[in-house]
């Protein structure tokens, strides 16, 4: 049964920065793509970033590009997300994701199977 366990969001002030980490078991994730996700209240989940387990792909929404990098450590088995420059408009609940998406829908939540519980990030001074 595939887990996932997100952790490290918080409170931060405007212009910090956060790691988010996504602890991924159960299963082999060859071939499968974690993603990050948001979900702000009253908003729709929004992409944030992705990437192959395998490697090959790295994909980031347009309002984290340039701000937020997603990186895999095999060794622990997680996934992180590092946001630097955080806006009150990052202010939502992430969550990571594990599915088979193809290129066209790395970005679409419903191509994710397995998710996580979410964490919460507050930016506000």
């Known amino acids: 049964q595939v887990q996932l366990v997100e952790s490290g969001g918080g409170l931060v002030q405007p212009r910090g920065s956060l790691t988010l980490s996504c602890a991924a078991s159960?299963?082999?994730?060859?071939?499968?793509?974690v993603g990050w996700f948001r979900q702000a209240p009253g908003l729709e989940r929004e992409f944030v970033a992705a990437?192959?387990?395998?490697?090959?792909?790295?994909r980031y929404g347009d309002s984290v590009k340039d701000r937020f990098t997603i990186s895999r450590d095999y060794a622990s088995h997680r996934v992180l997300l590092q946001m630097n420059s955080l806006k009150a408009e990052d202010t939502a609940v992430y969550y990571c994701?594990?599915?088979?998406?193809?290129?066209?829908?790395?970005?679409?939540?419903?191509?994710?199977?397995?998710w996580g519980q979410g964490t919460q990030v507050t930016v506000s001074s």
């Open positions: 159960g299963r082999s994730f060859s071939g499968y793509a």
């Open positions: 990437i192959r387990w395998s490697g090959g792909m790295i």
């Open positions: 994701a594990v599915g088979r998406p193809i290129a066209s829908t790395i970005t679409t939540p419903g191509a994710y199977a397995h």
